[in-house]
């Protein structure tokens, strides 16, 4: 199938657009004909260190498209509109508990970028390109996905806004209602509310949080969080975060979750917790924080990790757009379009954070 993809070929440059052929699916793989992707922080930073030896690479991992072609072993029909998302095994003890974002087999299946094949399920005029980011690699105009990994979603959304359902909605939703699960009347605190932060901001207005902080230095970001339901912002530019959040919030957070990944950012997260709250870390970055042991130990604090949302996607993704009919996921107001032709402006929108989710369609 003759296609067109964002490929990265150098350390250091971004993707660049290039044709290039994709193979017919097999086994249970979908062909899914791609009507438009997000870009998310996770396709800048992983593309930023990604090693030499594994390019070229086609990144893209929130995908929507119609599907075009199947396995002989997929159950999902051509002509089916679907969100794609993270892959999983379902084999896995983690997988069969539906905890599929913690399947065993997750960095193989979503981190390497290539399915083993010594030709490459893409192709350029060069040779074999990487072409299985998450299970998909939908910086493209047609991908390969999975029937795992390919999930349904009806005619009542439209793919720009369905695209960011695969990652950072959900994982900002999910990591609310599936993983914190605040109970009516608590507090949260996102500290960071890019495209998962605010998403997170609308969970914890579905979850029915009395007291809802939004903590980022953008003005036109808080500003937007409390349009889509933050209570309260800090500007950790101006305020004084940790006395500022025990204040706003009585005495401490129930619940915190951190987009940053900044270690500085998460000691403040664990400081504005209260007695028996718990912290929520969703973000990439740096790989090792230090965190304040015995406020943690005395306060009986819990520190979580979150994948994804804790997300079923084929039960969740549904879910969320369900949400999004109803009005209570307005997605719309994150979202920035671009055409797949100008990728280079979206993927610089992308990085600076000019855009909070820019969208690429097709």
Known sequence: MAARAAVLSEVGAPPALHDVQVREPVGDEVLVRVQAVGICHTDISLAARWPDKRMPMVFGHEGAGIVEAVGRTATVRVGTRVVLTFNSCGQCTQCKAGESAYCRQSTALNMRGDRGEVSGSVRGEHGPINGDFFGQSSFATYALAHQRNTVPMGNEIDMSVAAPLGCSVQTGVGSILNALRPVLGQSVVVF????????????????????????????ERRALAIELGATHTVDPAVDEVVSTLVDVTGGGADHVLDTTAIPAVLAEAVAALRSRGQLGIVGLGAPIAALPVGLIMGRGLRIRGIVEGDSAPATFIPELIDLHKRGDLPLEKLITTFDFADFDNAWAAARSGLAIKPVLTF
């Open 192 to 219: 960071g509310v890019g495209a998962v932060g605010l998403s997170a901001v609308m969970g914890a207005r579905i979850a029915g949080a009395r007291i809802i902080v939004a903590v980022d230095p953008v003005a």
